[in-house]
């Protein structure tokens, strides 16, 4: 298959650490064995749609600087060739990288009709090709979503919207694109609510719109279990931007909601690294308390730049982050329906097709050093040993009789004066664990 847009370039093959070409692996090895299973399979890349092929490298700033035959020209509409030429392009570029997976919104890869029924009609027409490309390469959809924040139908909301037809339009779109999803064999389907938040309380009742979103994301549980679809239904949480403050503002935000409207067990999170660094919290921390709360799902893998204070959306670099972040991972026993999506956009000033490319081989790379870096602590025991450790006093009798309700307060003060217990701190050892870590990667 061969879109011509990347010219005569060669499938991507590992070559090993000492290996200086651009267009190959280094440290991402798909067979590799780690930890009993294939590198690819605890990885499970995607590559994002809407970055890699949809985006036309603008900023608050400029406007187009990539040129890409499947744009529309300046005083045209994107019609269904247009289409069709992106498909290709991406199909070449997901068969040339080798990654199992793609993620998309419907947006991405179907021109706006100028009604619902038109939009709709399209989506299924690229759904047709998307299933012959995927019978032909192997590839696998990892998870659909809708697009319910970019058109200005969307303002002020989807779901959240004061103005109920809207709640209607997005739920239309919604259950379309689920449709789709299961059609194409998707393993997750996510719901991001972009715009689902305010930008001031003075026109914003913050007890109505989130009691609408609770009912909308139960009629979601709901269809999907009416039409059978396997899949795992995942929020994306993100604390601002586009909005003033959204209400999936982080993980335990998220789960508070699914909480309120008992989905606890129905709906699990795609944690994004650049969205976890807004919300002020770091990526493994939101990875850590998504799995102690039971509802980890999958995540996005790309970082803000540090100096921006903004979602810059960039490919990953830092494999110290990557070992942290894998670390959780595989300690919350891997991705079931989950993977590793790269929801990250080349810089403006990247115009060349293997720019593409490049981008995602050094995120892989990058993710593959450091999930290994992390298999090797969990093997070793290198943090859970010392952490087991210093949570060793719980294993107690009497201990235990506290965590299991045998114990009243009064009893548990009564037993302190008894005894004359004393606690005397013990370290931390947080500069010994950290040095552990660097040892690793």
């Known amino acids: 298959m061969s879109s011509g847009f990347f010219g005569d370039i060669k499938p991507i093959r590992y070559e090993g650490p000492e290996s200086e070409n651009p267009l190959a692996y280094r440290h991402y090895d798909a067979d590799e064995i780690v930890m009993g299973k294939r590198m690819a399979d605890h990885l499970r890349f995607a590559v994002a749609y809407w970055h890699s092929f949809t985006w036309p490298g603008g900023d608050p700033f400029g406007g187009q600087t990539f040129e890409r035959p499947w744009f529309a020209r300046p005083g045209e509409v994107e019609t269904m060739e247009h289409a069709k030429l992106k498909a290709d392009a991406a199909f070449e570029m997901f068969s040339l990288l080798g990654t199992p997976y793609f993620c998309f919104h419907d947006a991405d890869v179907r021109p706006e009709g100028t009604t619902f029924a038109e939009s709709a009609s399209r989506l299924d027409e690229i759904a047709d090709v998307f299933e012959a490309k995927m019978k032909e390469t192997g590839v696998k959809l990892l998870w659909g979503t809708a697009n319910l924040f970019s058109h200005r139908r969307f303002m002020a909301g989807a779901a959240t919207n004061p103005d109920p037809d809207v709640f209607a339009y997005a739920a239309a779109t919604v259950k379309k694109c689920i449709d789709v999803t299961k059609r194409l064999k998707g393993e997750n389907y996510v719901l991001w609510g972009g715009r689902e938040g305010y930008e001031t309380l003075l026109n914003t009742d913050i007890g109505r719109e989130t009691g609408q979103a609770g009912r909308f994301l139960s009629m979601v549980v709901d269809y999907k279990h009416r039409i059978g679809f396997k899949g795992t239904i995942l929020i994306e949480p993100k604390p601002q931007e586009p909005t003033k403050h959204q209400y999936d503002y982080d993980v335990a935000t998220v789960y508070g909601f699914l909480k309120r409207f008992g989905l606890e067990n129905e709906v699990k999170v795609n944690i994004e690294q650049g969205h976890a660094i807004l919300a002020g919290h770091t990526f493994e921390h939101e990875l850590a308390l998504a799995a102690a709360l039971g509802i980890f799902g999958s995540i996005d893998m790309n970082r803000n730049d540090y100096q921006s204070g903004w979602d810059t959306d960039q490919f990953p670099n830092n494999v110290p982050e990557m070992a942290l972040a894998y670390y959780q991972v595989l300690h919350a026993g891997g991705f079931k329906t989950g993977g590793t999506n790269f929801d990250a956009k080349l810089r403006r000033q990247s115009l060349d097709p293997q720019d593409l490319l490049i981008a995602h081989i050094g995120g892989m790379d990058c ?24 949570y060793a006093g719980w294993k107690s009798t009497e201990a235990q009789a506290i965590l299991s309700g045998k114990r009243t307060l009064e009893e548990v003060a009564e037993r302190v004066v008894r005894e004359k217990i004393e606690p005397q701190p013990k ?13 690793y990667v």
């Open 427 to 439: 370290s931390g050892r947080q500069e010994h664990l950290e040095n552990i870590v660097n040892r």
């Open 367 to 390: 993710c593959a050093r450091g999930l290994k870096a992390a298999a090797r602590m969990i093997e070793d025991k290198a943090l859970s040993g010392p952490l087991e450790k210093r």
